[in-house]
């Protein structure tokens, strides 16, 4: 099941917040970049917010959508509005892992075997329609995803300080598309879908290319080191005792529902945690409310939820499941 988000969540960038609370400049910088981003992801906000969240947390990104609703070109303005390297990876049928992470080569000049690098060592790597590629071949994505290094031919090399894997696909009822295993899913830090614009939306988006298109005069607003600084100040959210056994009791529910065949993981409830911290800086605020884990909770742990048959033929989805957790389940005052 796919998360769209509807409507601006309460924990969204308040402009009116105290400019005496830590991180307020670098927080500005952050605002910066989602307000860049939305000139060419028109009246996608949350969404793109909720993108930016997975980046401050060292997070990836899976965006399930159908073709043409513009999952390729948040990648790229992303991309175009940090200062940061950007490589494309086109999944196909036929994609082999060393296509992902790269290969060594004989150079007869020195006699010698040479690494050469994959398009997986880039910052922003957008894994284009990630589902039309074998399982084999997606399996060379976990490790770099789950522990920012890549082991070729017995020799590990570290990927850059800042990396993140924005990968893109198609419902699984399209042809060609391969389910991705669980444990590809479960280093996804959120999954999210941009959906159809509205009417109005639409319109907007006529207009704006009606000469270009937006993004080629997309200019960068956030540099790697201001990024890493957000990072850290997202680290500096102060997460309560409460709230935190607030987020393990989240995801425990979900392994003992009898709904479900299999509940969060471990790292779920890690990315949740993080993920409140991220919403709460962006808010403005330096700790972590009940609201923020809430709002949290879809996009970062739907995806990691695999229900049972016969509660899926009965209409359930994980994301009801979520919903009946949130609401029998009492936060923290």
């Known amino acids: 099941m ?16 105290p400019s005496r609370k830590p991180g307020a400049n670098v927080r500005q910088s952050i605002s910066s970049l989602i307000e860049n ?14 993108a ?20 390729t070109m948040l990648a790229r303005a992303l991309a175009r509005s940090m200062d940061v390297e950007m490589k494309r990876l086109q999944c196909t049928p036929d994609l082999l892992p060393s296509d992902v992470t790269g290969v060594p080569i004989y150079n007869q000049k020195t006699g010698e075997f040479e690494f050469r690098p994959g398009p997986v060592f880039t910052s922003l790597l957008l894994a284009d329609e990630i589902n039309r590629a074998t399982p084999r071949a ?3 994505l976990l490790e770099c995803m789950a522990e920012c290094h890549v082991t070729v031919d017995g020799k590990t090399y570290d990927m850059p300080a800042v990396f993140m894997v924005l990968a893109t696909q198609n419902p699984l009822d399209m042809a060609g598309t391969h389910v991705l295993p669980e444990a590809q899913l479960d280093r996804f830090f959120v999954r999210l879908s941009l959906g159809y614009p509205t009417l109005d939306e639409e319109v907007r988006v006529l207009y704006a290319q009606s000469q270009s298109h937006p993004i080629d005069g997309l200019q960068t607003v956030l540099g790697s080191a201001e990024l890493l600084e957000a990072r850290e100040a997202v680290k500096r959210v102060h997460l309560a005792p409460d709230v935190a056994q607030y987020i393990a009791r989240i995801t425990h529910a979900t392994r003992e529902h009898p709904d479900l065949r299999l509940g969060a993981s471990t790292r779920g409830t890690l990315a949740l945690a993080s993920g409140a911290q991220g919403m709460a800086f962006l808010s403005g605020r330096d700790y972590v409310t009940p609201d923020h884990v809430k709002t949290m909770a879809r996009p970062v742990l739907e995806h990691r939820m695999i229900i049972r048959p016969r509660a899926a033929a009965g209409g ?10 949130l609401d029998r389940l009492t936060p923290p005052v």
């Open 2 to 17: 796919q998360v769209t988000i509807q409507s601006k969540p309460s924990g969204t960038v308040n402009s009116s917040a």
């Open 37 to 50: 981003v939305e000139k060419v992801v028109v009246g996608k906000r949350p969404v793109v917010e909720l």
């Open 52 to 71: 930016v969240i997975a980046l401050l947390c060292k997070g990836h990104v899976l965006l399930e959508d159908v073709p043409g609703t513009g999952k």
């Open 138 to 140: 997606q399996s060379a």
């Open 316 to 325: 359930k989805s994980p994301g009801d499941i979520l919903d009946e957790i």
